[in-house]
């Protein structure tokens, strides 16, 4: 392994033990768990550019879990895809800046569809517009990218991705989700049949 390619796994890793624990993981559980598990509603996760494809991760992940979650395009939303949120959903964005305006623009538009909606953002910046739209903030700990330019989203969208993976253990924990319950919902490849083997035994 070169030594180049060695500081940049070193400076990943580095960043999500940077996570900061002490947040209110728990919190955002127990959120998702009354809205979801209890009144019938949806994790809506969103995020613009790479954040975009990390939160479409976070959704498919919770989906396959146990949670019912879909991605929801911020740009989309504007031209008819808002139709898929209903009352008891929680909204899960990601905006490493904290003021990307597609997402601004979301929450604006959800609120005006469901005032009572709750926001959920994972974040870097922890002064960022939308930090003052959420009900609960969790921040990233506000790595540097370890693109040579400081602008690629590479070590934001790491942390951002095992904080998705974080609240979607938590949840698993919480819905006491078996190998049975994911055999049920991934049938197909590898996975479906070692769940499946997992029940069997």
């Not at 500081?7 to 999500?16: D, K, N, R, Y």
């Not at 930090?131 to 602008?151: I, K, M």
């Amino acid at each position: 392994m070169s030594t180049g390619v060695k500081s940049i796994f070193e400076a990943e890793a580095t960043a999500v033990r940077n996570i900061p624990s002490d947040q209110d993981f728990d919190g955002v559980v127990d959120l998702i768990y009354g809205k979801v598990h209890k009144n019938g509603g949806k994790v809506i996760a969103s995020g613009m550019g790479k954040a975009g494809q990390v939160a479409n991760n976070i959704a498919t992940t919770f989906s396959s879990t146990g949670t019912p979650a879909v991605f929801l395009h911020p740009s989309e939303a504007q031209h008819g895809d808002l139709g898929m949120i209903g009352p008891n959903d929680v909204l899960v964005v990601l905006s490493n800046s904290g003021k990307t305006r597609e997402i601004i623009e979301l929450v604006a538009l959800v609120r005006h569809l469901y005032k009572q909606l709750p926001v959920v953002l994972i974040t870097g910046n922890s002064s960022g517009e939308l930090v003052g739209q959420a009900e609960y903030s969790l921040f990233t700990g506000s790595p540097a990218e370890v693109c040579p330019l400081g602008l690629t989203p590479t070590t934001s969208t790491t942390v951002m991705m095992v904080m998705g993976d974080a609240l979607t253990v938590l949840m698993m924990d919480r819905i006491g989700f078996t190998a049975g319950d994911y055999a049920l919902r991934h049938h197909g490849g590898y996975l479906g049949e070692k769940s499946r083997n997992n029940v069997r035994k």
